[in-house]
């Protein structure tokens, strides 16, 4: 079945550190790929997507691009944030109507220090 | 906008009594919701996919005499773990996705930590 895997935590950081959270994947066709972002206290919010090969997702300075070849979609900021600290959950979805079962991979905490 | 909330945030129960969970659609109307379970250190588990007005949907292994799930309008969505046990203990975690156009994205809501004693 379809899986996701990335990388363990927990990953410390110095506020302006470049991060790079990995996600590899394994699934039949064509998922849409995600992150999600858990801040302390709250749900799950969606932070960016890629529904096709070679598509970057970016948001809040934030990116990722979908890697077919590799099966990857590894999240990269160049300058992170106290505020950037949270738990990541990479997923994937498989495409088309109805289809709405979202696989998450086992999420990575992220503490950045001042 | 899109947000789900959930009620209670934490609960504390003892063996062989239920317990229910609300998950509400707090600004859209939710054609379906989901309910995940999350151990520590996991991944988010999905165990069950309803849609208002029609029986759930439970994913292979979930009990669903055990995990009743009702979904009587488009804004709520409850759970309901039966006859608990310590090994129920968990956080769980609901979605909605609704809306027009048809997005399929989902809004999580903060979860719920059900501690069985």
């Known amino acids: 079945g379809d899986s996701v895997t990335q990388m363990e935590g927990p990953v410390t950081l110095s506020e302006e550190a470049f991060l790079t959270i990995n996600c590899t994947y394994t699934?039949?066709?064509?998922?849409?790929l995600f992150w999600y972002v858990q801040y302390p206290g709250e749900g799950l919010q969606l932070l960016l997507k890629?529904?096709?090969?070679?598509d970057k997702g970016s948001n809040k300075g934030f990116e990722a691009t979908y890697r077919k070849e590799t099966t990857s979609f590894h999240l990269e900021k160049g300058s992170v944030q106290v505020s950037d600290s949270a738990v990541y959950f990479c997923?994937?979805?498989?495409?088309?109507?109805?289809?709405?079962?979202?696989?998450f991979g086992k999420g990575t905490k992220l503490t950045v220090n001042p | 906008g899109a947000v789900v909330s959930q009620h209670p945030s934490r609960v504390i129960c003892k063996s062989g009594t239920s317990v229910k969970i609300e998950c509400r659609s707090l600004d859209f109307q939710a054609t379906t919701m989901f309910w995940y379970r999350q151990f520590p250190k996991q991944s988010l588990m999905l165990m069950a996919t309803s849609n208002e007005g029609s029986k759930a949907t439970y994913e292979q292994g979930v009990e669903k005499d055990k995990f009743l799930i009702n979904h009587a309008s488009l804004t709520l969505s409850t759970l309901t773990v039966t006859s608990a046990h310590p090994e129920d203990s968990s956080f769980y975690i609901c979605?909605?996705?609704?809306?027009?156009?048809?997005?399929?994205?989902?809004?999580f809501g903060p979860g719920t930590r059900l501690t069985v004693t």
């Open positions: 997923a994937l979805r498989q495409q088309g109507e109805g289809s709405e079962k979202l696989v």
């Open positions: 699934a039949t066709g064509y998922p849409s």
């Open positions: 890629a529904t096709k090969a070679d």
């Open positions: 979605s909605a996705r609704g809306g027009e156009g048809g997005t399929y994205e989902q809004y």
